[in-house]
């Protein structure tokens, strides 16, 4: 697999076909019915402190530390492709593209790990 994208739930209604969405929040909104891997979810305790203070540089510390150092990045890649079937998955959360995220922390651990290609549907299937 050489491309993964990211986007946001209310973005959802614009994937085509190809594209296999899949959650990566602690909880997704009660209509989404689809794929969920809460093994990228952030940590509640984290996600709790940023939500009160919004450290970004600590929330992203944590989220590095806790959650990605804790998986292995070849065995989460495995497991999105065989989620995804002949798809390209597509990881989900809130944020719109702009606002900070821990989908683009997963996108650059997934980048620097292992040279996927990782970007923000925008759109439009390249």
């Known amino acids: ?5 990211t986007s946001y739930f209310a973005n ?19 209509w989404y019915t689809g794929i969920q891997y809460k ?3 952030p ?7 940023y939500k009160e203070d919004g ?7 944590a ?11 070849y065995h989460v890649l495995l ?6 079937g002949d798809k390209i998955p597509c990881l989900l959360c809130y944020e719109k593209p702009g606002d900070f995220c821990h989908r683009h922390i997963v996108a650059e651990w997934l980048h620097n790990n292992l040279g996927v290609h990782v970007e923000e ?3 439009t299937v390249s």
Request: glycine share 4%; charged share 25%.
């Open 1 to 5: 697999m050489d491309k993964i994208y």
């Open 12 to 30: 959802l209604k614009n994937l085509p076909d190809n594209v296999c969405p899949i959650s990566i929040c602690g909880k997704a909104p009660d």
């Open 39 to 41: 093994a990228l979810a």
């Open 43 to 49: 940590k509640y305790w984290f996600f709790k402190k």
């Open 55 to 61: 450290d970004e540089e600590f929330y992203t510390l």
């Open 63 to 73: 989220f590095q530390r806790d959650v990605c150092g804790a998986l292995n990045a």
């Open 79 to 84: 497991d999105l492709q065989k989620l995804a």
């Open 121 to 123: 549907f925008n759109g």
